[in-house]
């Protein structure tokens, strides 16, 4: 009985700790569409004030579907990291750091074009947050949490 009723006390701190990890990697997708809607603002702001000098930004129709299938990764790695077993943390921590990666790679690119501070925001708002869910990922795999949720 001693036994059964330690694993009933484990298990919410195991969910608890679950659902932070899920709450990491929340803030990072919110924080990549801050930087998404910042950078808009930004360049909007670059055009107005060049009364329309600086070339405009186009895409075809069929590049478009692009932008929200990457940016809907972001809730995919959400919705692994709330499934909660070993696999899918798993997977949600290499897509997680992979969308991290990528988009302040992106960030980064864009503020060597457009100033300085398109590339701060990348860093403050999508690879702060982002280091913080990958470390609380790894840190819940290697803790014996994960251990106690059915595959």
Excluded at 87 to 114: E, P
Aim: some cysteine; aromatic content about 16%.
């Amino acid at each position: 009985m001693s036994s059964q009723s330690n694993l009933y006390q484990r298990r919410p701190a195991t969910i608890h700790q679950q659902n932070r990890v899920a709450l990491f990697w929340l803030t990072s997708g919110v924080g990549a569409v801050l930087f998404v809607t910042f950078q808009l603002f930004f360049y909007v702001n670059g055009f107005v004030r060049a009364q329309g000098a600086t070339p405009t930004i186009t895409f075809e129709p069929d590049v478009l579907w692009v932008f929200p299938t990457f940016y809907g990764c972001w809730i995919i790695t959400v919705l692994l990291a709330l499934i909660g077993t070993r696999k899918s943390q798993w997977v949600a921590l290499i897509l997680g750091t992979l969308m991290v990666a990528l988009n302040t790679l992106g960030g980064i690119s864009d503020g060597m074009r457009d100033g300085w501070y398109v590339a701060f925001s990348a860093v403050f708002f999508i690879t702060v947050p982002g280091v913080f869910a990958i470390v609380a990922t790894w840190c819940h795999l290697k803790s014996k949490g994960v251990d106690d949720v059915d595959e």
